[in-house]
Structure formats: C-alpha cells, structure tokens
C-alpha cells in the first residue's frame, strides 16, 4: 500500500515536471538549402524561379548539353531557341550567387 502510493506520487510529480520543464530547442536551426534542375527547354519559368529564390536555392545544374556518343556532345541550349544567351545566363546565375554544377 505504501509503495503504491509512493509510486503514485513519483509518477504524478513526473508528469508535473514533464509539463513545466523547459523543452530544449536548437537555437541555430539550419536552413534547407535546395538544388535545382534548370533545363534548356524551360528557361522562361525556371531561370526566374531559381533567380528569385536565391537565398534558399545555393545550386543549379543545367540540363543544356547531351552525350550522343564519346566525341559527340549536342548543345541543347542554342537549338531550344532561348530568349538570351547562354553567356548571358549564366553570368546572371553566378552574379546572383547560384553555383553551378555543369
């Protein structure tokens, strides 16, 4: 009976202590850091998307060329009719802060 009610009065003062203590919090959360696809046939939305969100958005890799054979690489970006050049593009993204993974 006594060790019933001793035991009733730990867990009681547990619960009390559990609802009151402090819950620890990291004060430093980091922030998601994302990386993202920028393919030469959507360079319209994605280019501006990426571009505007450059404080969480740290690297882009763009999908411009493709492998056709060992010495063969085809350059996707020129032929999908962009609306700038490729050199202007990518200074754009470096001078934004973008890294880019080509």
Known sequence: MIGSKLFR???AS???LGITAPVAK?????RKILTGWIP???MKTSL?????????IKE???FWYTLKSPTLIRDDYSTANPSWPIADT???MR???LKLML
């Open 9 to 11: 009065a730990a867990l």
């Open 14 to 16: 547990l619960l009390i």
């Open 26 to 30: 990291a004060e430093n959360t980091p």
């Open 40 to 42: 030469y046939y959507s």
């Open 48 to 56: 501006p998307d990426a571009l505007n969100n450059a404080d969480i």
């Open 60 to 62: 882009v890799m763009p």
């Open 90 to 92: 990518i200074c754009l």
């Open 95 to 97: 001078k934004t802060g």
